[in-house]
T-cell receptor
């Protein structure tokens, strides 16, 4: 049973290019979360998606960042016109559906994509 | 809104010594609490979690944590560490009143185990 798969593991982009980060959740998981980890910092929530729906995007920067989780295929985090400040590790996590008060609470993390903007 | 504070950014300790990594949280509602470990260039692995019930929670790799509601703390402990425990440890909270598994993380504590 494969875990959460993220690719690529490492991504180098020049300033102004686009970065596409992919996340395939664990089998059977329909909920995906993206987090960003800046150097020397903890993980910061970015966005929470269900298939074909964005549930919570309160942590997403207002510009240049977008995320999707289509009916078929992986979730994609897209960063347009990257800048040096976008250099970070981006982690994806997935879980089963958890309703309010739900105790099915474990989110499983991928190994991350380390984005370097040069 | 919740927040998590991990006051110690680095904790050096000798092998076979005990260790405690501190975590305090702030929330206007009851929360679920978690500890994750991150080995170099890896993702996060769940060590243990507190949802309700007994305030002493046992996790993997010999770690345990104690939930203290009055002090809003969830400190992680291990009675005897091993070199392989060298890693970054993150405390996190989740608001159980909302759906989903959105987590709020602390800034992490780097545990360095020395011979």
């Amino acid at each position: 049973n494969a875990g959460v798969m993220q690719n690529p593991r490492h991504l180098v982009r020049r300033r102004g290019q686009e970065a596409r980060l992919r996340c395939s959740p664990m089998k059977g998981h329909s909920h995906v979360y993206w987090y960003r980890q800046l150097p020397e910092e903890g993980l910061k929530f970015m966005v929470y998606l269900q298939k074909e729906n964005i549930i919570d995007e309160s942590g997403m920067p207002k510009e240049r960042f977008s995320a999707e989780f289509p009916k078929e295929g992986p979730s994609i985090l897209r960063i347009q016109q990257v800048v040096r400040g976008d250099s970070a590790a981006y982690f994806c996590a997935s879980s089963l559906y958890t309703g309010a008060g739900g105790r099915n609470t474990e989110a499983f993390f991928g190994q991350g994509t380390r984005l370097t903007v040069v | 809104a919740q927040s998590v504070t991990q006051l110690d950014s680095q904790v050096p300790v000798f092998e076979e010594a005990p260790v405690e990594l501190r975590c305090n949280y702030s929330s206007s509602v009851s929360v679920y609490l978690f500890w994750y470990v991150q080995y170099p260039n890896q993702g996060l692995q769940l060590l243990l979690k507190y949802l309700s019930g007994s305030t002493l929670v046992k996790g993997i790799n010999g770690f345990e944590a104690e939930f203290n509601k009055s002090q809003t703390s969830f400190h992680l402990r291990k009675p005897s560490v091993h070199i392989s425990d060298t890693a970054e440890y993150f405390c996190a909270v989740r608001d159980p009143t909302g759906g989903g598994n959105k987590l709020t993380f602390g800034t992490g504590t780097q545990l360095k185990v020395e011979l």
